[in-house]
T-cell receptor
Framework: GAGVSQSPSNKVTEKGKDVELRCDPI?????LYWYRQSLGQGLEFLIY????????KSGLPSDRFSAERTGGSVSTLTIQRTQQEDSAVYLC????????????FGPGTRLTVL | EDQVTQSPEALRLQEGESSSLNCSYT??????LFWYRQDPGKGPEFLFT???AGEEKEKERLKATLTKKESFLHITAPKPEDSATYLC?????????FGKGTMLLVSP
């Protein structure tokens, strides 16, 4: 079956512009995560959606970052007024039911802010 | 705060040369320890989940073990296709915490 997909695969933007990154989780998975992976760093948790519950936004680094999950499926991560330090690979993962279940990752979106 | 430390940061092996990767952790209430493999330009690919000390899991040339403070990923007679970054992550009371990974290069 289809895995987690993300788009675009690469995004180059200018400092100060807004960007939207998309994640399509595995069908039927109720949990969805966004992570950021910078060069030489581990995966940094950003935000977690579980079903219809309020999302866990505790990992968002600033109020320039936001995310939505529509209809319990597709998710969009928005970064407003991008800065050079936002350059990283943004990874999305989905999970069948949350908790200790396996997280399945998408290929990521490589964001470069010039 | 949950913490995960992986060592070494990088490891170079000859084909067939067995070795182990280490993942040391501190976590409030371990609910699971996960190993992932990540190839360049791709997302992490799930390998194993371990839930309690003493547990072991195997898959082809890989074997993961768990104690109360650390996990090892043993690689037996590695092949060049085993070259990748191996990530360890722990699940405590909240979200998954990842280590920075060990970059493994296996030369023919």
């Amino acid at each position: 079956g289809a895995g987690v997909s993300q788009s675009p695969s690469n995004k180059v933007t200018e400092k100060g512009k807004d960007v939207e990154l998309r994640c399509d989780p595995i069908s039927g998975h109720t949990a969805l995560y966004w992570y950021r992976q910078s060069l030489g760093q581990g995966l940094e948790f950003l935000i977690y959606f579980q079903g219809n519950s309020a999302p866990d936004k505790s990992g968002l680094p600033s109020d320039r970052f936001s995310a939505e999950r529509t209809g319990g499926s597709v998710s969009t991560l928005t970064i407003q007024r991008t800065q050079q330090e936002d350059s990283a690979v943004y990874l999305c993962a989905s999970q069948l039911a949350g908790g200790g279940d396996t997280q399945y990752f998408g290929p990521g979106t490589r964001l470069t802010v010039l | 705060e949950d913490q995960v430390t992986q060592s070494p940061e990088a490891l170079r092996l000859q084909e067939g040369e067995s070795s182990s990767l280490n993942c040391s952790y501190t976590v409030s209430g371990l609910r699971g320890l996960f190993w992932y493999r990540q190839d360049p330009g791709k997302g992490p690919e799930f390998l194993f989940t371990l839930y309690s000390a003493g547990e072991e899991k195997e898959k082809e040339r890989l074997k993961a073990t768990l104690t109360k403070k650390e996990s090892f990923l043993h690689i037996t007679a590695p092949k060049p296709e085993d070259s990748a970054t191996y990530l360890c992550a722990v699940l405590g009371y909240s979200t998954l915490t990842f280590g920075k990974g060990t970059m493994l290069l296996v030369s023919p």
